[in-house]
């Protein structure tokens, strides 16, 4: 049976996207398909118990010094020098145990935005991979009180009727399209977009919609094609990365936010 629910659900994209989160004090639901957003549940599935998620590099190594966490992430998409790893899901999937169960995490554009986004009651990691499992969760939270839900493509040139090629923007709607299977109620822009993308989805494999992507075409020049496959796998884990706005302050005054 569907349930007919009257939360506020709302896409907004880039820094402007985490802005209106913090501001609205709801659910943030930070976007970074390829491929923030689908390591660090994979990473959580794999055994990491926390991430704390920092902006800066610096402010990653500091996290590691002053909270003994292992190093994950990049810059132009490689691993960084005197981390542990990069910003593979496919490579941190193969991996058979951690050094640590705390990690910090840093990365382009995706830590970036969620770090924007402190303010907001909860911050959830969503991306394909766990687009419906992130809806569960959502549900279980607003439950007894109704927040405003901010879905964040955290890189989007937006809605993909006026450009596709945003991988963001596809991973949002795709969990707004998990809202939409269990009676949410969403705008009619939103709707019209989820329409389009199932429409491309009647001929193209969600893989092959990433792999036209333009970062999908940078991380095959790259050669990291296999993570493009990895982070197209719908509902492959029901793991949802998730701060209660839990922020650490660092001893340069920059703030992490731990994630369970
Ligand atoms: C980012 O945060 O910009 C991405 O996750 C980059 C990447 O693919 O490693």
Known sequence: MLLVLYLEVLVRGNIEGSKLASNKEGIAILVDVLR?????????????????????????????????????????????????????PTEIFNETSFDKEVAAFTSSTGAKRIVD??????????SIVNAAAVVKKCIELTTNSPLTIVIVPTFTHGPITDNTVTEDQIGALLITQEFKKVGMKLDSKTLKEIKLLEEHMKNLSIEEILLATDHGQKLIDLGFTKDIEFCSRLNFTSKVPISENNVYELSNRNKVVAFL
């Open 36 to 88: 923030a957003s689908t390591t660090i549940p994979i990473a959580m599935q794999k055994g990491i118990r926390k991430f704390y998620v920092a902006k800066e590099v610096e402010d990653a190594r500091l996290t590691k010094k002053e909270l003994e966490t292992i190093l994950m992430g990049e810059r132009g998409c490689l691993k960084l020098p005197g981390f542990d790893y990069g910003n593979s």
């Open 117 to 126: 986004a402190i303010g907001s009651k909860y911050l959830i990691i969503g």
